[in-house]
T-cell receptor
Framework: GNSVTQMEGPVTLSEEAFLTINCTYT??????LFWYVQYPGEGLQLLLK?????DKGSNKGFEATYRKETTSFHLEKGSVQVSDSAVYFC????????????FGKGTLLTVNP | DAGVTQSPTHLIKTRGQQVTLRCSPI?????VSWYQQVLGQGPQFIFQ???????GRGNFPDRFSARQFPNYSSELNVNALLLGDSALYLC??????????FGSGTQLSVL
């Protein structure tokens, strides 16, 4: 079946540090890949997405590239801010149906000033 | 425009009781999905409804049921509550593109 594995947190960084959160997936065919972010007390928000191999999703300074050869979709940001503190979820959707997402366990990021 | 609204925000029940959670999707969206998020885990898919029909079901027992109304709002019902049902229940609204919009969730505590 489909599954997503994220690096375990929590991750604690200082402001302006470089961020990488690793994500690998297992799926048949060609899934779409997503990063969602959950701020304290809020629902999940789509951060970025990629729908085919070598696509790069980007938003708010965050980037992730769909790597089919390594089945990975690592999240990166060059300079984090305190406001980026949240839980980040990697997810996949299989076969064009976006009704169902399979999520990783999430990675808690804390950015200190 | 209102986003996805869920009610109640918090709920405390005892084992064996039944609970109903409610969700209103974004205006114009015809699909609602339900997810369960246990503390420290990612959300797990429970149900998806489109145009009042069930389109998908996750690996949850029959104690979990849902329905969608003509106005596209939805209810999730859980019978015979267990301690392990304690979780954040998220509703997601889908408008047809590759994007789900999530509500803030209902935090259910089973004592």
């Amino acid at each position: 079946g489909n599954s997503v594995t994220q690096m375990e947190g929590p991750v604690t960084l200082s402001e302006e540090a470089f961020l990488t959160i690793n994500c690998t997936y297992t799926a048949t065919g060609y899934p779409s890949l997503f990063w969602y972010v959950q701020y304290p007390g809020e629902g999940l928000q789509l951060l970025l997405k990629a729908t085919k191999a070598d696509d790069k999703g980007s938003n708010k300074g965050f980037e992730a590239t769909y790597r089919k050869e390594t089945t990975s979709f690592h999240l990166e940001k060059g300079s984090v801010q305190v406001s980026d503190s949240a839980v980040y979820f990697c997810a996949l959707s299989r076969g064009g149906s976006n009704y169902k997402l399979t999520f990783g366990k999430g990675t808690l990021l804390t950015v200190n000033p | 425009d209102a986003g996805v609204t869920q009610s109640p925000t918090h709920l405390i029940k005892t084992r064996g009781q039944q609970v109903t959670l409610r969700c209103s999707p974004i205006s114009g969206h015809k699909s609602v999905s339900w997810y369960q998020q246990v503390l420290g885990q990612g959300p797990q898919f429970i149900f998806q409804y489109y145009e009042k029909e069930e389109r998908g079901r996750g690996n949850f027992p029959d104690r979990f049921s849902a329905r969608q109304f003509p106005n596209y709002s939805s209810e999730l019902n859980v019978n015979a509550l267990l301690l392990g049902d304690s979780a954040l229940y998220l509703c997601a609204s889908w408008g047809g593109d590759e994007k789900l919009f999530f509500g803030s969730g209902t935090q259910l505590s089973v004592l």
